[in-house]
């Protein structure tokens, strides 16, 4: 998890600027595209169509490191939560599963006359939601 997390610091807020890292990194080291061809050991041709694929995500990660290594760069990627850290990725998750059993739950007591209160509610859904988040059982990804 703190391996994730510190991506997230690092690499958090970073986008993709428009034309690509390829074309970004190139243009920002003022080599043209001949001359980074010559040194991947690549046509013009296969250099624009790298750039090109890169805009569009059809690019490998494969691809993606060999130019970096002829760039005199290195290809770095991530996977990181979209919002916060791995813990707050986890306990939204956690919070949603156990306001749909809740939920569940009290419809079914509520047919048989044992419903609980709004207060009840909320502090059982806090209760199994931090529950959930701890333990992670093996069904915490699974759909409801």
């Known amino acids: 998890m703190r391996i994730v997390d ?8 970073l986008r993709i600027p428009p034309e690509g890292w390829l074309t970004t990194m190139r243009k920002a080291l003022g080599m043209s595209v001949a001359q980074l061809a010559r040194r991947a050991g690549v046509t013009k041709a296969a250099i624009y169509q790298a750039e090109r694929q890169e805009r569009e995500r059809g690019i490998t990660i494969r691809q993606m490191e060999k130019l970096a290594d002829s760039l005199e760069g ?4 991530a996977i990181v939560p979209a919002h916060g850290e ?3 990725h986890l306990r939204v998750r956690a919070r949603a599963k156990a306001e749909g059993i809740v939920r569940r739950t009290s419809s079914h007591m509520a047919l048989e006359k044992q419903s609980l209160t709004n207060e009840q509610l909320v502090q059982e859904t806090e209760r199994l939601a931090n529950w959930l988040a701890d333990d992670m059982p093996s069904d915490f990804w699974d759909e409801q």
């Open 86 to 88: 791995v813990r707050d």
């Open 74 to 77: 290195r290809f770095v990627y």
């Open 6 to 13: 510190r991506a997230v610091e690092q690499v958090g807020s």
